[in-house]
């Protein structure tokens, strides 16, 4: 059992930048990894960054010098820094929590937060 709750979205001009939270609480320490994925309209829902128990991160190839997924483990918390954000970027973006349970893997979801990016 774990929650996330996410904050930090908004509306943003191109080039801009914001930086989300995700918190974690429940069965942290059942947690393997966490990231960010986003979904736009009309698209699936794909990942952004990931970071592990060990602290290897990856990213999208699009989203590869832009962003930064980085963790408190003090605080359970994960974040997203986004900097020259473009409207490409516009989605609602999802924390996410992966987790074993009696050998079975398990996803967590946050509720989402939307980033606008436009003029």
């Known amino acids: 059992q774990v929650q996330l709750v996410e904050s930090g979205g908004g509306l943003v001009q191109p080039g801009g930048s914001l930086r989300l939270s995700c918190a974690a609480s429940?069965?942290?320490?059942?947690?393997?990894?966490m990231g960010w994925y986003r979904q736009a309209p009309g698209k699936e829902r794909e990942l952004v960054a990931t970071?592990?128990?060990?602290?290897?991160?990856t990213y999208a190839s699009s989203v590869k010098g832009r962003f930064t997924i980085s963790r408190d483990n003090a605080k359970n918390t994960v974040y997203l820094q986004m900097n020259s954000l473009k409207p490409e970027d516009t989605a609602v973006y999802y924390c996410?929590?992966?987790?074993?349970?009696?050998?079975?893997?398990?996803?967590?979801w946050g509720q989402g937060t939307q980033v606008t990016v436009s003029s």
């Open positions: 996410n929590a992966k987790t074993i349970f009696m050998m079975k893997p398990i996803d967590y």
């Open positions: 970071i592990t128990r060990g602290g290897t991160t």
């Open positions: 429940g069965s942290i320490f059942s947690i393997n990894a």
